[in-house]
Nanobody
Framework: QVRLVESGGGLVQPGGSLRLSCAASGSFLSIRAMGWYRQAPGKQRELVASITSSSSTNYADSVKGRFTIARDNAESTVYMQMNSLKTEDSAVYYC?????????????WGQGTQVTVSS
């Protein structure tokens, strides 16, 4: 079993910054990719950014140039620096990890952390 623990959400004014963190713990061989998804009320969950074990990154067009994802493989932790936040960035942000285990490769989710951008 793998557990993902997120932190760093909160309330920020438009134009402000937040940094999200997600630490993976448990029993696994390796983490192939980690990422952040978000879901706003009434909307589908969407990919925000992802990063592979070789540090290849992918970003949603709406956050390119404002968000930066990074990963500490030794600590099994992923970070996302969010700058120039907009009201439309408000959502619950979920950490995601694709984890290689002895018998299968599985996807795990964190519990979510609320990000609210409002004046």
């Amino acid at each position: 079993q793998v557990r993902l623990v997120e932190s760093g959400g909160g309330l920020v004014q438009p134009g402000g910054s937040l940094r999200l963190s997600c630490a993976a713990s448990g029993s696994f061989l390796s983490i192939r990719a980690m990422g952040w998804y978000r879901q706003a009320p009434g909307k589908q969950r969407e990919l925000v950014a992802s990063i592979t074990s070789s540090s290849s990154t992918n970003y949603a067009d709406s956050v390119k140039g404002r968000f930066t994802i990074a990963r500490d493989n030794a600590e099994s932790t992923v970070y996302m620096q969010m700058n120039s936040l907009k009201t439309e960035d408000s959502a619950v942000y979920y950490c995601n990890a694709v984890v290689r285990q002895p018998l299968a490769t599985l996807t795990y989710w964190g519990q979510g952390t609320q990000v609210t951008v409002s004046s």
